[in-house]
């Protein structure tokens, strides 16, 4: 597992850091790994590999279940994507997915810069149906 935590660790963008790892258990072939600026999912078979990057811009939602014998599911769906792992420990997950809100619900921006637009005294509108003009 450390082997592959590398590869995901020497893959980043440059600044990007790596703040989560989850993985199925007992045999470690789904895994989850959470960046500042994307959530990676990897699933192993045998010799091959499928691996989803989802930014975090585009994640509409991020569910969990619980089994009793089998750890938990993580579920991320996004604008265009999902990716799911399955059989994550409890507490394992429930720390990713603690991870993932806080993520989520970061600001993008400091809204103590933002001003608001300067509103025109009049705005015109015209009725696309019989052309009257409409002053407000």
């Known amino acids: 597992m450390q082997e592959q935590i590398d590869l995901i660790e020497r893959s980043l963008l440059k600044g990007e850091k790596l703040l989560a790892v989850g993985a ?5 072939t789904e895994q989850v790994y959470v960046t500042d600026k994307r959530i ?9 590999s499928t691996k989803k990057e989802i930014p975090l811009s585009a994640i509409g939602s991020v569910n969990k279940k619980f089994t009793l014998f089998h750890g938990g599911t ?15 420990p409890l507490d394992v997950l429930q720390e990713v997915k603690r ?11 400091d809204d103590s810069v933002l001003q608001q637009a300067p509103l025109p ?16």
């Open 24 to 28: 199925s258990f007992p045999d470690p």
């Open 40 to 48: 990676i999912v990897q699933k192993i078979k045998g010799f091959n």
């Open 74 to 88: 993580l579920q991320i769906v996004a604008s265009n994507d999902s990716a799911t792992v399955e059989k994550i």
């Open 99 to 109: 991870i993932i809100d806080e993520l989520l619900n970061q600001p993008v921006q």
């Open 121 to 136: 005294e009049q705005i015109t509108v015209n009725c696309p149906g019989c052309g009257a003009t409409n002053i407000k």
